[in-house]
């Protein structure tokens, strides 16, 4: 089937600590993958995204990387900052090709980063 | 700034009124979706429209509309609620391709009494 499994959290952290959020996807077809973040009281906004196999994405410091082998998309940051406490959802496309691509979600994970 | 803008934030309502969800946006976005999200949980998908047709219901009760006037507007009517109900709706949009991400609107949240 498809789905996404990312690490249940919540994840506490002090500012300028090493972030991973760990993230799988089942590998049906060839889905593109998302990272998007919801601040508090906001909707969903689009953090970084990779297509295919090996792809890099990166934005604001993250970076996550396509892995086909190990059907992962792990996030990372080199140094997180009070600012990036937020919920992150990984998500995967459902379908391939040109057709219209519904997302399915990991359930979050609750970052909280202290100063 | 969000560039898809849903109206009103809030919403409150009794379980015999009909309100509508608005949401627009004029990126030329051809897909529209709306979403159900309740508190710690991931947005759940309702509808898909995809050049201002229906191409997708989640198995969502008929108490729940949805409408797409244009190709930038999306509404969802609701009517005959329960207290269940009550949840962040959001909508998104994006350009056609399963490779496209969706840009999401800040949400109406609703609460059924």
Known sequence: GNSVTQMEGPVTLSEEAFLTINCTYTATGYPSLFWYVQYPGEGLQLLLKATKADDKGSNKGFEATYRKETTSFHLEKGSVQVSDSAVYFCARSMNYGGSQGNLIFGKGTKLSVKP | DTEVTQTPKHLVMGMTNKKSLKCEQHMGHRAMYWY???????????????????????????????????SSLL???????????SALYLCA??????DQPQHFGDGTRLSIL
Request: a neutral charge; charged letters at 25%; one cysteine or more.
């Open chain 2, 36 to 70: 159900k999200q309740k508190a710690k949980k991931p947005p759940e998908l309702m509808f898909v429209y995809s050049y201002e047709k229906l191409s997708i219901n989640e198995s969502v009760p008929s108490r729940f509309s949805p409408e797409c006037p244009n």
């Open chain 2, 75 to 85: 509404n969802l009517h609701l009517h005959a609620l329960q207290p269940e109900d």
């Open chain 2, 93 to 98: 949009s994006s350009q056609q391709g399963s």
